[in-house]
């Protein structure tokens, strides 16, 4: 039996959603030690300091007036909108593009994961001059930068040729 070259053609789509799987599980394992060690105050790491919060909007804290339900309902469809264009674009996004893509989808979804259980996302990384964030954030942060360097630095494909009619046809 003889595969042929598009079935074999690898689409890098493992790779993504497996980044993106595991920069989930990181994240939730943060959140869980976070849970269970910073319950009694915070650590103090000089520049960086270990402060467990729980943030019931979104970045920023925006829309934490809104309901749980509906802040976790926007939040799964732009989740599954992003999963949904990495799973679209996969093959045809350069190996850097689509660590990026992983990368925001695997904070995506750690959040999203976090935010089902309880209504909110847990935070505990903070810095006095900026919003407490999480491992999840800084994922989704990477890899929006990393999309945009991507972006700006691949160079255009160059257009296919249009094939000519013989002349005097």
Same mark, same amino acid.
Do not use: C
């Given at each position: 039996?003889?595969?042929?070259?598009?079935?074999?053609?690898?689409?890098?789509?493992?790779?993504?959603?497996?980044?993106?799987?595991? =920069?989930? &599980? +990181?994240?939730?394992?943060?959140?869980?030690? %976070?849970?269970? /060690? @910073? !319950?009694?105050?915070?650590? #103090?790491?000089?520049?960086?300091?270990?402060?467990?919060?729980?943030?019931?909007?979104?970045?920023?804290?925006?829309?934490?007036?809104?309901?749980?339900?509906?802040?976790?309902?926007?939040?799964?469809?732009?989740?599954?909108?992003?999963?949904?264009?990495?799973?679209?674009?996969?093959?045809?996004?350069?190996?850097? =593009?689509? &660590? +990026?893509?992983?990368?925001?989808?695997?904070? %995506?979804?750690? /959040? @999203? !994961?976090?935010?089902?259980? #309880?209504?909110?996302?847990?935070?505990?990384?903070?810095?006095?001059?900026?919003?407490?964030?999480?491992?999840?954030?800084?994922?989704?942060?990477?890899?929006?930068?990393?999309?945009?360097?991507?972006?700006?630095?691949?160079?255009?494909?160059?257009?296919?040729?249009?094939?000519?009619?013989?002349?005097?046809?």
């Amino acid at each position: 039996m003889r595969l042929d070259a598009k079935t074999t053609r690898p689409t890098g789509r493992a790779a993504l959603f497996t980044i993106a799987a595991v =920069g989930a &599980v +990181a994240d939730l394992a943060a959140k869980v030690l %976070a849970e269970r /060690n @910073l !319950v009694h105050g915070p650590v #103090d790491l000089g520049p960086l300091q270990l402060r467990l919060l729980h943030n019931e909007g979104v970045a920023f804290s925006l829309g934490s007036s809104l309901p749980a339900g509906v802040v976790t309902a926007v939040t799964a469809l732009i989740t599954l909108a992003v999963a949904l264009h990495a799973h679209r674009t996969a093959p045809s996004t350069p190996r850097w =593009g689509r &660590v +990026a893509l992983a990368l925001v989808l695997g904070g %995506a979804v750690g /959040n @999203l !994961v976090d935010r089902a259980f #309880d209504g909110a996302v847990t935070d505990y990384f903070h810095t006095g001059w900026f919003a407490t964030f999480n491992v999840a954030d800084v994922l989704i942060s990477a890899g929006a930068v990393l999309l945009v360097l991507v972006t700006l630095l691949t160079p255009e494909p160059e257009p296919a040729p249009v094939p000519q009619e013989p002349a005097g046809r």
